[in-house]
């Protein structure tokens, strides 16, 4: 992996285990507790994603990225007191993790030769996942199945990787690129508090 992709990883992995973190500071729970959430809402996208392509898993073969998610954890469980609006740092910063995830994601599956269609699911899976898993354990309702624009930001990110990757433009640029849109969609959603349309099942007229 080139140094440039491998320090983008651990800035994801950070910082996804940051949000994970602030959501085990929303339950109340002990620094086991934060250790654990951080950890898998950090690792979980990239585990699945190792796991899908017949990869080694990253984080067994590189424990600093579990160094990075335990130092995520233990510096929010004492700076978590002192923020006044943690639900607003945590979607921003699962918001900056699910940008970098699903250009990383997508990236990976390319190189390992997969169609660019799968390179795309690859990619959002990647940036879904771990906050899927991070709400799941804290029994919150998945920020995947709320009202807002944000699988979709990780697909679009994901889809502009591949197609830039397709149209000969790699590296930075086109990581930058696919990074800048997935978290400006997202970040457009939450500003103006903007979602998708949703399914309304029509009405029967009533009779008589």
Known sequence: MP???????????AVFAVSGALVAARKQLDPVGFLFVAAVTGTGGGTLRD?????????????????VTSAAAVVTFFVAP?????????????????????VLGARTALDAGVDPAVAVLMGTMTATFGGLVRD????????????EIYAT??????????VSDALGLSGPPATALGLGLAFGTRAVGLIWGLSLPVYRPR??????
């Open 82 to 102: 002192h923020l006044q609006r943690r639900l607003s740092v945590l979607l921003w910063a699962d918001a900056v993790g699910m940008a970098v995830f699903c």
């Open 153 to 162: 930001a990780a697909a679009a990110g994901a889809a502009t990787l591949v």
């Open 3 to 13: 140094q440039f992709l491998y320090w983008l990883d651990l800035t994801g992995v």
């Open 203 to 208: 009405t029967s007229p009533r009779r008589g």
């Open 51 to 67: 796991v899908l392509l017949d990869r080694p898993v990253f984080w067994v073969h590189q424990p600093i990225y579990l160094w």
């Open 136 to 147: 799941v354990v804290c029994t919150e309702i998945p920020l995947l199945l709320r009202r």
